[in-house]
Structures are given as C-alpha cells and as structure tokens.
C-alpha cells in the first residue's frame, strides 16, 4: 500500500469513527436533519443505526488487514446509501451543522461521490 492511500484510508476511518460517535453522542439531533421523511424509521433510530455502522466501518477502515479491499467497497456502497439524506436535507431546507443555507447544503452534495472515490481508492493497491 503506497503512503498516501494508507494516509487516506486513516483519515476516513478516523473521520468515520468520530462522525459515528458523534451520531451517538452530542450531534443526535443534528444528524437527525438528514433523516428522509420518506424513511420509514424513527429518525433518532436511523442516526443510532448509522452511527453504530459508521464506528464498525472507521474501524474496519483503520485496522483491517486482510479486507482492505472488500471494507473500501462496503464503506463506498456506506456513503451511497446515506446521500439520499444529504438530498433531502438540501431539498427540505434543513440546517445542521452550518448547512444554514441552501447553496451551502448544495456544494455539500458534492462530497459525497469525493468520499466515495476516497474509499474505493486508499483501499486498493496501486497499480504498477
């Protein structure tokens, strides 16, 4: 594994296991902006769930040797998932976490394919 993927890699589990502890900890209600109306779970559910997902994943992320590869795509397939919140919150003009605006929700959109490309990469082995 090349340094900088093994940097990437560490950076998006660390970001991954502080974003999961923060869904189950002090950003609860915050995450809970993100939440589709069209879920049909209980929104507080849903950010408990993700978080727990998110703390697995960062982990994985960080400390999995033999599965880099097949954590890269889980985590990838992770951050998917979760864009339809990302689009709701822009849609119904959600605030959280300084998204107070809805050019600001807008660009955050743009992230999300960034992370994705981020796991699928640090994950895999460059090739020669």
């Known amino acids: 594994m090349s340094t900088p993927r093994t940097i990437g890699r560490i950076f998006l589990g660390a970001s991954l296991v502080f974003a999961g502890v923060s869904h189950l900890t002090f950003a609860r ?10 879920l049909p779970l209980d ?9 727990v997902a998110e703390v697995a ?5 960080l400390f999995a040797r033999r599965r880099r ?17 990302n ?3 822009w849609m119904h003009h ?6 107070n605006t809805d050019m600001k929700r807008f660009v955050r959109l743009f992230f999300q394919p960034a992370l994705i490309a981020l796991a699928l990469w640090s994950t895999r082995a460059p090739r020669h």
């Open 57 to 61: 994943l960062g982990s994985a992320l």
């Open 87 to 89: 689009v709701a919150q």
């Open 94 to 99: 959600r605030d959280g976490f300084g998204l």
């Open 43 to 51: 929104p507080d559910t849903t950010v408990l769930a993700s978080g």
């Open 29 to 38: 209600e915050e995450f809970q902006a993100q939440v589709p109306e069209s």
């Open 69 to 85: 590869r097949t954590v890269g795509t889980v985590a990838a397939l992770f951050f998917a998932a979760v864009f339809p919140g």
